[in-house]
């Protein structure tokens, strides 16, 4: 995440896959200090997969982070949508699965998500974040 990463109808995408990518390999990494980096100090709002509370600081991000982490999570997009607010600002939403526990007997959790990003000072940081688990 850096300089290089333009947003512009050609290349959201991209810069979308590469935040997520990084995303999910500070999720892999199991250190929530390491995922609260990618989340703003403020502002920032946050509505967790597993948890009703409502995080409106950094701090709320990693403790929540430090027990979901235990769970040994990764997560892969299913379907998604990008859409560019502006030069330096973006909402990608869409369904993504969560797998859970130990290699050999993961879970899946289907979910939504919504992440609003913003580049600040030439860091993506995620400003809005909310995953809920998809109703059948």
Known sequence: MGNDINI???????????????????????????????YNNYPLTFLPTKLGKFIKENYGV?????????????????????????????????????FIGDRDYQSKIEARFSFVWKREKGKWKIIHHHSSIKPF
Not at 14 to 31: E, G, M, Q
Not at 76 to 97: K, P
């Open 62 to 98: 990693e403790e929540y982070f430090k027990n979901f982490l235990k769970n040994n999570p990764f997560c892969e997009i299913e379907d998604e949508r990008i859409i560019v607010l502006s030069d330096n600002c973006y909402l990608h939403t869409g369904h993504y699965n969560f």
């Open 8 to 38: 512009d109808e050609d290349g959201k995408k991209t810069v979308a896959d590469t935040n997520f990518d990084n995303w999910n390999k500070a999720l892999i990494s199991k250190d929530a200090s390491k995922v609260a980096e990618i």
